[in-house]
């Protein structure tokens, strides 16, 4: 449909993924958002579901990168600012008090540090293919264990898309961020 990295994340995960958090009046930007999944469990659970809009007609604190041109439209369609189609190519100077994102499992690690070279100390909670935790073949990956020893934390998942939209067997954990 969208390509073989698109797995659209379920609410329960989403769940997860923001327990805890205060999320109401926040800067929130989903760097690989996909069709708006994240986005829109937050719209659902806080006041963005009845909030204010842009001048332009979007969710004004409700931030979108996607590379897919098909779903940047259905992003902006949901009113969603979609602010830049390549998050690794990103180099906005803008301030977001969350980074939440699911990105694509196969480079995992080049987004999370992606994410916390611009985070300007928003807290990063982050899906990744556990193998990303576990098998360190790449300098990527063991600045990002180096990073999560320093400034974060790992929950395990488990395999939360076996019956996802595109079902995948493969083990996710939760990475958080957060530099204090």
């Given at each position: ?42 719209k659902e ?65 080049k987004h ?38 320093t400034y ?29």
């Open positions: 449909m969208f390509g073989t990295q698109f797995y659209p994340t379920p609410s329960a995960i989403i769940h997860d993924m923001v327990a805890g958090l205060d999320l109401n009046h926040k800067r929130i930007l989903d760097p690989q958002a996909g069709r708006g999944d994240i986005l829109d469990y937050i659970q806080t006041r963005y579901g009845h909030s204010r809009h842009g001048s332009d007609g979007s969710l004004s604190d409700l931030y979108a990168i996607e590379k897919d041109p098909d779903l940047r439209q259905v992003l902006t369609g949901k009113g969603y600012k979609v602010i830049d189609s390549d998050f690794l190519t990103y180099t906005g100077q803008m301030y977001f008090d969350y980074i939440l994102m699911n990105p694509p499992f196969k480079d995992g690690a999370l540090l992606k994410a916390w070279e611009i985070s300007k100390g928003a807290i990063i909670k982050c899906l990744l293919n556990k193998e990303t935790m576990t098998n360190e073949y790449t300098e990527e990956r063991r600045q990002l264990k180096k990073l999560i020893e974060g934390s790992v929950k395990e998942l488990g395999r939360p898309f076996l019956r996802a939209a595109n079902p995948s067997p493969v083990e996710v954990v939760l990475v958080t961020l957060q530099d204090t």
